[in-house]
């Protein structure tokens, strides 16, 4: 499935509805008492309030509850929620006549009753597609199962999903066409018009957004401006483009997502970051002469690729945390084109990065701990606010 997912990926980029006017609380420590001073009880929701929704991405024990630590974690830090893998086609629209709406529903359960903004992830992605779906060669057959997957999926949902992901990833890097199922099948990139048409159509008030990688890249980002313009120019409704922002402590350049965040934003769409993780770990592709592949299982168990399976060195944990300030102050720069900030995990432990490209490394790419602490970078990003 990462068949198409290239060497760069993992240098790879990414207030509407209730934008959650969550309370302050105050609270107030001793020493403080005597300084008369109150302080805000710190959160990222409540820290970034006036600036952007912060979100997380949920796994299916997130959802059921059944990690109750992680639970109450997203519940105090976050007010915008995605569901990582479990409203994908594959997972939701297994076969043709088969939905499976369980995790979902509880997904929409779970972010109403903490009061989130609730985003779908994904209607239109060539990857954990559904194999049925993937059979299809006819272009009015395709058309047929987009609509009567998107009427669906949508229509269940309406007025409880704030916003869609409506297409991911339909850019190859240098901008053209990525020749997906949907591209080959209706020869050209008019399945976009149809699926954002049809979310339009199917709930007119949800945000409808296109999330993709690598969409600091000049050339990558001149794809997006063809697509939202071409949306636009037909009267298309498309509120946001989604930079899913997988980054690395190396890369990309701030000025290189700073470009892009104004370059997006001058077409009339906001600018969400809408998977954010920042990864310090070597990568094959990295290695002297090493050429891509399409497995990376030879790397297992190699100490030299997992150099911190004991514990961050200094050194490293303060490249993380420089690199996450870097990256919020720019947030905050353009915090009037950047309605969502969402992470694409909530603990270091969870994190799809320590499987991805080689299978059990201990990676370190978000601002939670293991123990689903904050980490010196949760409080150095809370204190770019005060
Ligand atoms: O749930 C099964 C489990 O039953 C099985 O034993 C195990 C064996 O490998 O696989 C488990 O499924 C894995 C699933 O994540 C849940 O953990 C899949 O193999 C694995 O491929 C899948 O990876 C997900 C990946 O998308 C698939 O494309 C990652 O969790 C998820 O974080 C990642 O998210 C994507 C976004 O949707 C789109 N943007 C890129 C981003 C990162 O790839």
Redesign the pocket.
């Known amino acids: 499935?990462?068949k198409k997912?290239t060497f760069s990926f993992i240098l790879?980029s990414?207030c509407f509805l209730a934008c959650n006017s969550s309370k302050k609380e105050t609270v107030v420590s001793e020493s403080d008492t005597k300084k008369n001073i109150p302080q805000t009880k710190p959160s990222l929701k409540n820290n970034f309030n006036n600036d952007f929704l912060i979100g997380a991405?949920l796994?299916t024990s997130q959802i059921k509850e059944t990690d109750t630590n992680a639970v109450t974690l997203i519940a105090k830090e976050f007010n915008s929620i995605t569901p990582?893998?479990d409203m994908?086609w594959e997972q939701i629209h297994p076969k043709e006549n088969e939905y499976f709406f369980d995790v979902a529903d509880a997904y929409v359960v779970f972010g109403k009753k903490h009061n989130m903004h609730i985003v779908g992830?994904?209607l239109l992605?060539h990857?954990?597609l559904a194999p049925w779906v993937n059979e299809i060669k006819d272009k009015k057959k395709l058309e047929h199962h987009i609509e009567k997957h998107i009427n669906t999926v949508v229509g269940r949902y309406k007025g409880k999903i704030h916003s869609w992901d409506v297409v991911?990833?339909a850019l190859n890097e240098d901008g053209s066409p990525r020749e997906s199922l949907f591209y080959n099948v209706f020869g050209n990139e008019s399945y976009l018009e149809l699926a954002f048409r049809l979310a339009e159509k199917v709930d007119p008030e949800a945000q409808l957004i296109y999330?993709d990688?690598n969409l600091w890249k000049p050339e990558k980002r001149k794809g997006v401006i063809r697509i939202v313009e071409n949306l636009k120019s037909k009267g298309i409704k498309i509120d946001a483009v989604g930079m899913?922002a997988?980054w690395s402590v190396e890369g990309p350049s701030i000025e290189d997502i700073e470009n892009s965040i104004i370059a997006y934003s001058e077409l009339g769409v906001k600018v969400m970051f809408t998977?954010l993780d920042v990864t310090a770990l070597p990568n094959p592709w990295e290695l002297n002469g090493a050429a891509v592949e399409q497995s990376y299982e030879r790397y297992e168990g190699d100490l030299k690729m997992d150099p911190y399976r004991n514990g961050l060195t200094d050194e490293a944990k303060e490249k993380i945390t420089k690199r996450y300030e870097d990256i919020f102050k720019l947030f905050l720069k353009h915090r009037d084109k950047i309605s969502r900030v969402t992470f694409?995990?909530v603990t270091d432990g969870q994190s799809?990065l320590n499987n991805?490209p080689i299978k059990g490394r201990t990676n370190y790419p978000l601002l939670f701990d293991r123990a689903f602490q904050p980490k010196e970078v949760y409080h150095n990003v809370l204190a770019l606010k005060q």
């Open positions: 499935m990462f997912i790879i990414t991405a796994n990582e893998n994908k992830h994904t992605w990857s954990q991911n990833e999330n990688y899913q997988h998977e694409w995990g799809w991805w």
